[in-house]
């Protein structure tokens, strides 16, 4: 196969029109060119130019190949400029993973920021409502940085960006509404907003009842936690929530869990060492996991 620098020395001859010349603008040996030029027609099997005494004629086959090599050269250039504007985290694309509740609650603002910042560099986002399921979809590569709770088990590089609280969400008139908190055992007897079995929360949620030996009575199930909070809102049960999906506003009482409930918000990716995704993450890291007041109702 032809190489680049047998490419650019046929160029070179084109434009110098004689071995010496094209050998001294390439800093190079005449039998070094003619080395790199008798491999390209090694390859082609035909020659490219006539040497000539007052220098070289290039053949149809030579102006041809010339003309491909030109646009070859030129695609190599691209291809290392653009590889140098990524690898310095100036252009290319950072796929990111989030559980759905975190993006109104903690990427909107990171996302305008680099929107502004460097906008070159395009930004992919897809939402999931399991972290297992988003594990899986880094580990074939589709996607470089997955951001969320942590999952059941990964053998990826995990960065702990803080802790998220879990909390109640119940009606305006709802019982709860007169309580500071609400412990486990008092869930028993409502009504439960829970969740489809492909959301990780339900699976987060079973566990913890079962923890605290506490039965839930499912009224309903949806694939949402800002869903069920507004369900448990709107007086169709009680549900437990990460506080993330409490952006927006809708009549409901927020409460927390007594004890206090926190589950860890991590960062996850294969590729540490890119500068796109540690970029990504240290602004992660820097700004931290926004404050929500559970005390007050969401409607104020």
Not at 215 to 231: E, I, K
């Amino acid at each position: 196969m032809v190489t680049l620098r047998a490419l650019e020395c046929l160029v070179a001859l084109s434009d110098e029109g004689t071995m010496t010349r094209a050998a001294a603008v390439l800093h190079m040996s005449q039998p070094a060119l003619s080395h790199q030029i008798a491999s390209v027609e090694k390859e082609l099997g035909t020659p490219v130019a006539e040497r000539m005494k007052r220098g070289v004629v290039f053949t149809a086959a030579g102006r041809a190949t010339v003309e491909e090599a030109r646009k070859a050269l030129a695609a190599a250039d691209r291809a290392v400029r653009v590889g140098k504007k990524v690898g310095d985290g100036l252009g290319g694309k950072l796929r990111i993973a989030c559980a759905e509740t975190m993006t109104p609650w903690l990427l909107i603002p990171i996302l305008r920021q680099w929107h502004r910042r460097w906008p070159d560099v395009e930004l992919d986002l897809q939402e999931f409502t399991s972290s297992d399921r988003m594990v899986e979809h880094l580990m074939e590569n589709g996607t470089d940085l997955v951001v969320g709770p942590e999952p059941t088990s990964t053998t990826a590089h995990v960065q702990v960006l803080g802790q998220e609280e879990v909390v109640i969400v119940a009606s305006a008139d709802h019982r709860f509404a007169a309580c500071e908190s609400v412990t486990v055992p008092e869930l028993a007897t409502e009504a439960f907003v829970h969740y489809h079995t492909d959301n990780g929360m339900a699976i987060w949620v079973d566990q913890f009842a079962a923890a605290h030996r506490t039965p839930l009575r499912v009224a309903l199930r949806t694939f949402s936690p800002r869903t069920a909070a507004q369900m448990a809102g709107a007086g169709l049960g009680v549900t437990i929530v990460p506080v993330s999906a409490l952006v927006g506003r809708f009549p409901a009482e927020v409460r927390r869990i007594e004890p206090r409930v926190h589950r860890d918000i991590v960062a996850l990716t294969m590729t540490p060492s890119d500068v796109l995704v540690h970029r990504f993450i240290t602004h992660l890291k820097r700004r931290g996991l926004p404050n929500v007041d559970t005390s007050a109702r969401l409607d104020r």
